[in-house]
């Protein structure tokens, strides 16, 4: 079954987003004079020179560079026209997120979340996080070599969503900067709810959808079934 087509809000919504993560991407790219070389008085690397003595340097340089390429990719291949335009682009750069999603963002960021400095329920959530996003990239993969398109599409949306919890997490970070926000629990809280809130609205949205299908599909196979049964059945005797 294909999906509807966008409406006009729905439109305007997802280039809204697109905006958005595209802004955000380019803030993460534009932090990279902290990191090359590392800046140990910046915001994120404060008080990380005993990590960066480890493997840590080499999952952060890894996961800060990868991390944006899969969203860019992703925000490609979401593109329904795109897709039906140029089926052979949107396989190969499939690949190419898959690859990148599974071999460098994932492994590097269990590596960090082992290292997280909100503590161990942040470590946990962000460990969840890259646990579920490899697993989504790997269903979506194995659903477009079985030819499963719908399954597919699920699966790499969940997977995208999942990526895009570093968007929300800097959305949130920065409404707590404005609301002067800086209790302990609020990053650990921050980091779950990233993830969490977008992927169970997904997932709400699916389940709204799939009832909506199934009782248009009831309500279409009614009247047939009236019809016949009042030209075929026989009236009953008085």
């Known amino acids: 079954m294909r999906p509807h087509p966008p409406t006009l809000p729905g439109r305007i919504l997802t280039l809204l987003a697109a905006i958005l993560i595209l802004k955000v991407t380019v803030s993460v790219i534009s932090d990279y004079r902290d990191y090359f070389p590392a800046n140990f008085t910046s915001d994120f690397l404060r008080g990380r020179e005993r990590d960066f003595l480890g493997g840590y ?67 946990v959530g962000l460990a969840a996080l890259a646990i579920a996003t490899a697993i989504c990239a790997a269903l979506g993969a194995r659903s477009a070599v079985l030819r499963r398109v719908a399954d597919h599409r699920r699966w790499m949306w969940r997977c995208y969503l999942l990526l895009c919890s570093a968007v929300v997490l800097r959305v949130i970070g920065g409404l707590a900067t404005v609301t002067g926000v800086t209790a302990p629990w609020f990053d650990p ?30 309500s279409a196979t009614r009247p047939s079934s009236a019809r016949a049964g009042s030209v075929d059945s026989p009236k009953p005797r008085t």
Do not use: D, N
């Open 57 to 123: 340097r080499w999952a952060f340089y890894t996961h800060i560079l990868s991390g944006p390429v899969a969203l860019i990719l992703g925000l490609i291949l979401i593109g329904e026209r795109s897709r039906a335009r140029f089926p052979a682009v949107h396989r190969l750069l499939g690949r190419l997120q898959v690859a990148c999603v599974l071999l460098l963002v994932t492994p590097s960021g269990l590596q960090m979340a082992y290292h997280a400095a909100a503590g161990p329920i942040a470590a």
């Open 189 to 218: 809280l921050a980091i779950w709810v990233s993830w969490l809130v977008p992927i169970t609205a997904f997932e709400l949205r699916e389940r709204a959808g799939r009832k909506t299908g199934w009782s248009r599909t009831r």
